[in-house]
T-cell receptor, first 114, second 116 residues
Framework: GAVVSQHPSWVICKSGTSVKIECRSL??????MFWYRQFPKQSLMLMAT?????????EQGVEKDKFLINHASLTLSTLTVTSAHPEDSSFYIC??????????FGQGTRLTVV | AQTVTQSQPEMSVQEAETVTLSCTYD???????LFWYKQPPSRQMILVIR??????QNATENRFSVNFQKAAKSFSLKISDSQLGDAAMYFC?????????????FGPGTRLSVLP
């Protein structure tokens, strides 16, 4: 299947700093990128959907000023957690998809804010 | 809005045996896609199998097969000859077709344990 590369796989940052997570589709062009947050032993919680070249659509309750998403090209999307706090510590997963196909997932990023 | 339900939070199966994971969904659409994803301890989401709603034939991928009942809105996954490496969280997912930016709807997941 297609490959989505996400990095870093884990990151520790100090409270108040910003962290950027990258998601790249390596062998296909993802018309849509999804960003999820996953709490332990739970399903994926959609944070936002981004289509190449347009603004991301955020789910209700997700602060767009805190979780900045950029989808500059068909192969790259980034999530920046701004002014991170300990409650932002979580596992973040990206996925890329084309129309009417399955989604391909990145490896995930474990963020710890101290 | 579509919803996906997985009524079995946890399941276990003996190695080499067969296990079926259930999934039901709610939708008013006639055309859509259904998926089963596996998330092992590494937490990498892996596509197991895919089914197009317009296809009557159930999808199969080696030891994995589905029982797709469109009228009942049911989409169960059967794992035959279970192996230790099958132990993982399994998520059922729904997607509307040809809708630019259409999200995937995931079920809550079923944790499968494989007993040696």
């Amino acid at each position: 299947g297609a490959v989505v590369s996400q990095h870093p796989s884990w990151v520790i940052c100090k409270s108040g700093t910003s962290v950027k997570i990258e998601c790249r589709s390596l062998d296909f062009q993802a018309t849509t990128m999804f960003w999820y947050r996953q709490f332990p032993k739970q399903s994926l919680m959609l944070m936002a959907t981004s289509n190449e070249g347009s603004k991301a659509t955020y789910e209700q309750g997700v602060e767009k000023d805190k979780f900045l998403i950029n989808h500059a090209s068909l192969t790259l999307s980034t999530l920046t957690v701004t002014s991170a706090h300990p409650e932002d510590s979580s596992f973040y997963i990206c996925s890329g998809a084309r129309l009417s196909t399955e989604a391909f997932f990145g490896q995930g990023t474990r963020l710890t804010v101290v | 809005a579509q919803t996906v339900t997985q009524s079995q939070p946890e399941m276990s199966v003996q190695e080499a045996e067969t296990v079926t994971l259930s999934c039901t969904y709610d939708t008013s659409e006639s055309d859509y896609y259904l998926f089963w994803y596996k998330q092992p301890p590494s937490r990498q989401m892996i596509l197991v199998i895919r089914q197009e709603a317009y296809k009557q034939q159930n999808a199969t991928e080696n030891r994995f097969s589905v029982n797709f009942q469109k009228a009942a809105k049911s989409f169960s996954l059967k794992i035959s000859d279970s192996q230790l490496g099958d132990a993982a969280m399994y998520f059922c997912a729904y997607r509307s077709p040809d809708n630019y930016g259409q999200n995937f709807v995931f079920g809550p997941g079923t944790r499968l344990s494989v007993l040696p």
